[in-house]
């Protein structure tokens, strides 16, 4: 990115003019002033209940249909009815889960990964109370991936399900979906797919992926606290619905999504992809709404990429330090999510030491249980140090992280 279009960018984002340094993107990003100006102008103009007769309800019932076009626009989902819409990703699994557990027969087998956040394996856990087996598909303990020979060995004609990430929260790590959906499919088992901490990153397309349903969260794609939950549309048809009995099994997305979905938050969200078609267009591309959000997320995903490789090579040269996840970002499959350990120190020192300095970095194992503990780092660290980039960080930020880590490290 051209300094002027890193400043383009930043003043987006209101809260960078503090001059803190926001490097825990993959806890929580910042949030775009034009979201909270959506956000406020729906409470502020049209806030009332929808569906009624009457202008004001009719004007706020097309504000939240909109945002639901805008975003099944921006995931590329066949169809707006796609988009269910909720309070949190794990929320949203919790909620899928439950419309599964009807369904779901006793020895129908799931696997889960022991790289993904709780999100995605404990409401499959739950579904192990209806008789379904849940298998763990378990990380390489040399190299930190999730090996599709493993995956090979754990498929089976009782596969109904597989949970995994689409990129660790932890590791970076991009993983191969559309690869792992065709082996799925070809036993006739299904795949979920939590997009969490890609989202933020990639242009997420849901079509592309070969998924059956992927999620993620607003709060780490510069919005509010408020997720989705894309399906194709006859897999959320043929589920039983979770709402009231006089909500149809056809209602599309309604059946699925209990109570009131939040309608300012909703509205605040459209304008997420109108930023991305905005940057995009101004960084030169034309073309439909989505290639120009693609264009954003690639000029985006190259300025990350050098701000990681930064702070990556300064890692590898720190003999006391060890790198969770690949060391270099290779062929953007790595996502700017850093995570690492200092030989005989807990994390939390390094980050308590860091935090005096203004900078926002995080260490604990940020719910991926499963992988923390099998790499034996919590019981010896505490979980790991994780600092997390987003596209609107600067190389100063990285260098003043350096600086700090320098000294955090001695
Ligand atoms: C990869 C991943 N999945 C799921 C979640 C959970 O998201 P939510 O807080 O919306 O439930 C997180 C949150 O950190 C995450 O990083």
């Given at each position: 990115m051209t300094p002027s279009q890193l400043s383009q960018v930043r003043a987006e984002f209101p809260s960078l003019a503090s001059g803190f340094v926001f490097l825990d993107n993959a806890g929580g990003s910042q949030v775009l002033g034009r979201v909270a100006d959506r956000i406020r102008d729906y409470l502020t103009t049209t806030s009332v209940q929808l569906g009624a007769s009457y202008a004001v309800s009719q004007a706020a019932s097309e504000k939240v249909l909109a945002a639901r076009r805008a975003i099944a626009e921006m995931v590329n989902?066949?169809?707006?009815?796609e988009i269910v819409m909720g309070g949190s990703t794990t929320g949203l699994m919790f909620q899928f889960t439950s419309a599964l557990s009807y369904v779901i027969q006793p020895g129908d087998e799931i696997i889960v990964t022991e790289t993904d956040h709780e999100a995605n394996i404990g409401g499959w856990k739950r579904l192990e109370r209806f008789g379904a087996v849940v298998k763990m598909w378990k990380v390489n303990r040399e190299t930190l991936e999730l090996d599709l020979a493993e995956l090979d060995k754990l498929l089976s004609p009782r596969t109904k399900w597989v949970a995994m990430t689409w990129?660790?929260?932890?590791?970076g790590t991009v993983n191969p979906v559309a690869e792992v959906a065709k082996r799925v499919h070809a036993v006739g088992g299904r795949l979920a797919v939590d997009a969490v901490a890609y989202a933020p990153h990639r242009l997420v397309d849901v079509q592309a992926s070969g998924a059956d349903i992927v999620v993620f969260s607003f709060y780490k794609v510069f919005g509010p606290h408020y997720a989705l939950l894309w399906g194709r549309h006859e897999l959320l048809k043929s589920l039983p619905g979770i709402n009231h009995f006089f909500i149809g099994s056809d209602v599309l997305p309604y059946k699925l999504q209990p109570g009131n979905v939040n309608f300012e938050l909703s509205h605040g969200c459209a304008g997420i992809a109108d930023y991305l078609v905005d940057m995009g267009t101004s960084f030169g591309a034309s073309g439909s709404r989505r290639e120009r959000m693609q264009h954003a997320f690639d000029v985006f995903a190259r300025h990350e990429d050098v701000l990681a490789e930064r702070l990556l090579s300064w890692l590898a040269t720190k003999t006391n330090i060890r790198v969770i996840g690949r060391p270099e970002v290779r062929d953007g499959d790595r996502m700017p999510t850093i995570s690492f350990v200092v030989h005989g120190r807990r994390s939390e020192d390094i980050v308590r030491a860091v935090d005096p300095h203004g900078i926002g970095i995080r260490f604990g194992d940020f719910y991926a249980r499963h992988l923390c503990e099998a790499l034996g780092i919590n019981a010896a660290h505490g979980g790991v140090v994780r600092v997390s980039v987003a596209h609107y960080n600067s190389m100063q930020e990285i260098d003043r992280l350096i600086s700090a880590l320098e000294s955090a490290i001695q």
């Amino acid at each position: 990115m051209t300094p002027s279009q890193l400043s383009q960018v930043r003043a987006e984002f209101p809260s960078l003019a503090s001059g803190f340094v926001f490097l825990d993107n993959a806890g929580g990003s910042q949030v775009l002033g034009r979201v909270a100006d959506r956000i406020r102008d729906y409470l502020t103009t049209t806030s009332v209940q929808l569906g009624a007769s009457y202008a004001v309800s009719q004007a706020a019932s097309e504000k939240v249909l909109a945002a639901r076009r805008a975003i099944a626009e921006m995931v590329n989902a066949v169809h707006d009815e796609e988009i269910v819409m909720g309070g949190s990703t794990t929320g949203l699994m919790f909620q899928f889960t439950s419309a599964l557990s009807y369904v779901i027969q006793p020895g129908d087998e799931i696997i889960v990964t022991e790289t993904d956040h709780e999100a995605n394996i404990g409401g499959w856990k739950r579904l192990e109370r209806f008789g379904a087996v849940v298998k763990m598909w378990k990380v390489n303990r040399e190299t930190l991936e999730l090996d599709l020979a493993e995956l090979d060995k754990l498929l089976s004609p009782r596969t109904k399900w597989v949970a995994m990430t689409w990129a660790s929260n932890v590791l970076g790590t991009v993983n191969p979906v559309a690869e792992v959906a065709k082996r799925v499919h070809a036993v006739g088992g299904r795949l979920a797919v939590d997009a969490v901490a890609y989202a933020p990153h990639r242009l997420v397309d849901v079509q592309a992926s070969g998924a059956d349903i992927v999620v993620f969260s607003f709060y780490k794609v510069f919005g509010p606290h408020y997720a989705l939950l894309w399906g194709r549309h006859e897999l959320l048809k043929s589920l039983p619905g979770i709402n009231h009995f006089f909500i149809g099994s056809d209602v599309l997305p309604y059946k699925l999504q209990p109570g009131n979905v939040n309608f300012e938050l909703s509205h605040g969200c459209a304008g997420i992809a109108d930023y991305l078609v905005d940057m995009g267009t101004s960084f030169g591309a034309s073309g439909s709404r989505r290639e120009r959000m693609q264009h954003a997320f690639d000029v985006f995903a190259r300025h990350e990429d050098v701000l990681a490789e930064r702070l990556l090579s300064w890692l590898a040269t720190k003999t006391n330090i060890r790198v969770i996840g690949r060391p270099e970002v290779r062929d953007g499959d790595r996502m700017p999510t850093i995570s690492f350990v200092v030989h005989g120190r807990r994390s939390e020192d390094i980050v308590r030491a860091v935090d005096p300095h203004g900078i926002g970095i995080r260490f604990g194992d940020f719910y991926a249980r499963h992988l923390c503990e099998a790499l034996g780092i919590n019981a010896a660290h505490g979980g790991v140090v994780r600092v997390s980039v987003a596209h609107y960080n600067s190389m100063q930020e990285i260098d003043r992280l350096i600086s700090a880590l320098e000294s955090a490290i001695q």
